[in-house]
């Protein structure tokens, strides 16, 4: 029996429980045939005619007397009601599958119904979902002649997704509850529309490989454009996210120039201000040791002794000439230090700060500036200079 939509009992969601993606059964199309419980009546010729009508008991007792045995087998055996473990009754199903019938058949997906679902709508594939009943008379004929058919295998392969369960597993019957088959064998068909997995499809009873082939065919060109419009849309937000991504890359990549920048102009205003710090420091620095420096020379006069006079034994007399070319003379015992000499070019106005005393030829240092190496500088006589000499002083600042 074919359904193109979920127009009778059948209808409605596929699934009953909330884990699953909510499904649709469109309106579609009435069914072409109601059930496997009528033979097909002949189509032409009195030889046929008489044939079905000769048979017609027999076929109606057999078929009766196989939905009751069903019937009370499942009163007696009932379906199992709880879920344990949906992926292990899959997998299980595969493997007695197989066993049973070989492994010429669609690919099953190897998940539960609810991954499945999912997987064909992330993928926009169609999904086709095998319902296996081991106890019903045409199962076994259908497996092994429509569902190892190699060009239905092939077709499948490549457009769909292949989802089974036997019924007789938790995960078997519910999701049989949710489709509401009518007999066996059943394949539902559901796709992506209006952002909802929904049954655009039902085939119940048993059928060749080309009429299953034909009827899959059929509603997969009945609803390819729904994939159509779902690839559009999602090809569309996909250009959209990508669009924002690149958008929101280029606002970061512009914040992190942006922030480059600011952070070198906070580097260069840094950077001046210490300049200009260590620039007033060392002014300051400056400052502090000419204020120092002009009170010493103020404090030092006290230093220099009197000069004595013209004449006396024991007298040096010294001329001493400055950088800027003033000359300077005066006398000096030769018994005193040379830290005398030192103090009274100190001391001068146009004296340098930092200074060093040196005789012409040969040209020799005068240990004059009293230091922590040398703080008893040595007399003139002990130095050794001549009654008459003449000092050079150097500025070492200059």
């Not at 159509?228 to 937000?237: F, G, N």
Request: charged share 25%; glycine share 6%.
């Amino acid at each position: 029996m074919v359904d193109r939509g979920g127009g009778g009992e059948g209808s409605g969601d596929v699934s009953r429980d909330d884990s699953d993606e909510g499904m649709d059964s469109p309106q579609g199309f009435g069914n072409t045939d109601r059930g496997s419980l009528f033979p097909a009546r002949p189509r032409s010729s009195l030889l046929s005619w008489g044939y079905y009508l000769i048979t017609l008991p027999f076929r109606l007792t057999l078929s009766s007397l196989s939905s009751l045995f069903f019937f009370v087998y499942r009163i007696v055996y009932p379906y199992p009601r709880r879920l344990t473990d949906p992926l292990g009754d899959v997998l299980r199903f595969i493997g007695e599958y197989e066993n049973e019938y070989g492994q010429q058949h669609p690919a099953f997906f190897q998940g539960s119904y609810s991954q499945a679902l999912s997987h064909a709508k992330s993928e926009l594939k169609f999904m086709l979902v095998y319902l296996h009943c081991a106890d019903h008379q045409d199962t076994p004929v259908f497996c092994r002649t429509t569902l190892s058919d190699p060009n239905l295998v092939e077709y499948v392969n490549n457009t769909m997704v292949f989802w089974g369960c036997s019924v007789t597993t938790a995960e078997g019957y519910r999701v049989s509850q949710a489709l509401r088959e009518n007999a066996y064998p059943f394949l539902a068909l559901i796709v992506l529309r209006d952002g909802r997995m929904t049954v655009i499809g039902r085939l119940e009873g048993p059928s060749s490989p080309s009429q299953l082939t034909t009827q899959l065919q059929a509603f997969v060109r009945d609803n390819e454009a729904h994939l159509v419009v779902a690839r559009a849309e999602r090809q569309e937000r996909e250009l959209t996210a990508a669009l924002r991504l690149q958008q929101d890359e280029d606002y970061q990549e512009s914040l992190r120039a942006d922030q480059e920048k600011e952070r070198k102009k906070q580097q260069e205003r840094e950077q001046a201000e210490r300049i200009e710090l260590e620039e007033r420091e060392k002014e300051e620095d400056q400052q502090r040791q000419k204020d120092n420096i002009r009170r010493l020379k103020v404090e030092m006069v006290d230093n220099v002794p009197q000069e004595p006079e013209e004449g006396v034994d024991g007298v040096v007399h010294i001329v001493v000439k400055l950088p800027q070319g003033t000359r300077l003379e005066r006398r000096f015992l030769k018994t005193e230090s040379l830290s005398c000499l030192y103090y009274y070019i100190f001391c001068h106005p146009d004296s340098p700060d930092r200074f060093q005393v040196t005789t012409n030829f040969p040209r020799q240092v005068v240990p004059c500036e009293p230091t922590t190496s040398n703080p008893l500088p040595p007399t003139f006589e002990e130095f050794r200079l001549p009654p008459r000499s003449m000092l050079f002083v150097s500025d070492l600042d200059a």
